[in-house]
């Protein structure tokens, strides 16, 4: 196996994780377009943490 193909297998296995990790907050369609479940608290809190870290940056 070369170094593309074990790279394209770690992202490969990289991507299954996060999706397992977040279903039900996250739905892909066959585009590939990404939605958020806007419903859920906890993606709601997992934004809100990303705002409140963005807070301290200027432009």
Known sequence: MNNKSK???SNQS???KALMINR???TIN???????DLNSREVL???KSQIKKLEGIKI
């Open 45 to 47: 809190s997992s934004i």
């Open 7 to 9: 790279q394209s297998a």
């Open 30 to 36: 066959r585009n590939g377009y990404v939605s958020l």
């Open 24 to 26: 039900g907050k996250i």
């Open 14 to 16: 990289r991507l299954e």
